[in-house]
């Protein structure tokens, strides 16, 4: 769901080429929300199959850690060069790539014996939605004109927000009935169908060889965070600091400092334009995405995990938990606008995120005899008028902190910040993801308190770092 609000983020630096809206305007929408709605079915999917994969392969906690981060990990590191390779190959080949790419590696997934084939089956999901998500969403705004352009990212969002609610308890159904390989064998139609009408309604756009790829980049922050998640892994599973984990941090550190080096060097040919690294109020911004959106994978994960390990529920109705999710989100998303032209978009963001910390302590009270409604509904209910009010303005606030020709890569890397926080906090959960029954709840317990505490310092952060620059003048 949180990849469903970034990518609306994402879309609205898009430029529209009003010469092709008549033509293929509608078809180009069919093809790119089915073909992207790939990067968000696997993602909400994933966390109603994970105990049935832990079952099925035996996997211990650190085993089911990497199983999520193998996916996001790619898709932090890369998102902002997929995007670069569409300028260069054309935004249709990418697309077209991306989702045959998914698609082998979803059957790779489905026919995995251990946990190096479904690590590398993951990470290949995740490569291929780095290409697939940013291409998707420029093939949108090119196929409609300006005046258009924000009707059909609307319904695209809201349809992908459709099949994100949808995936989910079917996913829980077939896991049910034949097992954990059946949530990634759901990947496969959609997969084909998108790879289908993507290449019969997307016309071919412009290929330009001489557009650079920051490679080098790419390859850098992969480094810088695949050696942090491997060390926040080791230290929280092993409950200590290790040679491993030391080795981790050595590894990150230098990647890093490699990674600005690098970038400051390439100038406005960087992923990264060095301007974005000397901005205060990006940073407060970033650290506020980074914390929000690490908690929210930890709910996002721990809650449809606890529902069947804790709780005893079926993954079909774990698969159904977060549907209110996307029902809040669909109602009060719009109203932020008016929220915000009252009070600023600074204070919805920190209202949000203490709003979500209230959710997440509302788990605090759920115990191993309590169903669903009474249990789980009323914290997922106020968890989601939480993120609710906090996407929307995070949006504009990010693209009025810098100059305007910069907006679309600063919100390209606010994104890949958030799967960042994401990929960090899956990392610090350790051994929380064991146990069953009281244990299980015990477990989720401790990840919400901390959750709570992250959007609680997210609050902070905005408050205290950001100054809003769209606060209405009294």
């Known amino acids: 769901m949180n990849g469903v609000a970034q990518a609306i983020r994402d879309a609205i630096d898009v430029e529209a080429e009003p010469s092709r809206a008549d033509a293929c305007g509608p078809r180009a929408l069919v093809a790119s929300t089915i ?8 993602g909400s999917v994933i966390s109603v199959a994970l105990p049935a994969i832990r079952d099925g392969l035996h996997f211990s906690a650190v085993d089911v850690q990497w199983t999520l981060n193998a996916e996001l990990l790619p898709l932090a590191a890369v998102s902002m060069t997929g995007g ?10 990418v697309f077209l790539f991306g989702g045959a790419l998914f698609l082998f590696a979803s059957v790779w997934a489905c026919f995995a014996t251990g946990l190096t084939t479904l690590l590398l089956a993951r990470l290949i999901q995740g490569l291929a939605e780095a290409l697939i998500l940013p291409n998707g969403l420029t093939i949108v705004g090119q196929a409609f004109p300006i005046a258009q352009k924000s009707r059909a990212i609307g319904i695209w969002s809201g349809s992908i927000a459709v099949i ?8 829980g159904y077939l896991i049910d009935h034949f097992g954990w390989r059946a949530a990634f064998l759901i990947n496969v139609p959609m997969a084909a169908t998108g790879i289908v009408l993507t290449w019969l309604w997307v016309p071919k756009d412009t290929v330009n060889l001489d557009r650079p790829i920051d490679v080098t980049g790419a390859l850098l922050s992969a480094i810088a965070l695949g050696s942090l998640g491997w060390s926040l892994t080791t230290v929280s599973s092993m409950g200590g600091f290790s040679a491993m984990a ?23 040919n960087a992923m990264l334009p060095t301007p974005l690294f000397g901005s205060a109020t990006l940073a407060g911004i970033n650290l506020y995405t980074a914390l929000l959106y690490g908690a929210i994978a930890v709910l996002l994960t721990m809650i449809p995990y606890t529902m069947i390990r804790g709780s005893g529920m079926t993954a079909r109705i774990a698969g159904t938990a977060f549907i209110p999710l996307q029902i809040m989100m669909a109602t009060l998303s719009p109203m932020a606008p008016i929220l915000c032209a009252r009070i600023g978009h ?37 968890m989601s008028a939480g993120m609710s009010l906090a996407v929307a303005p995070l949006t504009t606030l990010v693209l009025t902190s810098v100059e305007d020709k910069y907006a679309g890569v600063a919100s390209g890397f606010n994104g890949a910040i958030s799967r960042a926080g994401s990929l960090i906090a899956i990392a610090l959960l350790g051994n929380l993801l064991t146990g069953a029954g009281a244990i299980s709840l015990a477990h989720m317990h401790s990840a919400m308190i901390v959750g709570a505490a992250a959007c609680l310092a997210a609050a902070a952060a905005i408050q205290l770092l950001v100054p809003d620059p769209l606060a209405p003048h009294r």
């Open 35 to 42: 073909g992207s709605s790939l990067v968000f079915l696997s």
């Open 84 to 93: 670069a390779l569409g300028d260069r190959y054309g935004r249709r080949n």
């Open 164 to 171: 994100s609610a949808v995936g989910p308890a079917l996913a």
């Open 246 to 268: 030391a080795a981790g941090v050595v590894v990150c550190v230098v990647a890093a400092v490699l990674l600005l080096r690098v970038e400051r060097q390439r100038g406005d």
């Open 346 to 382: 600074r204070a919805p963001l920190a209202i949000g995120a203490v709003i979500t910390a209230l959710g997440c302590a509302l788990t605090l009270r759920i115990t191993p005899d309590m169903g669903y409604w009474f249990g789980y509904f009323p914290a997922i209910l106020v």
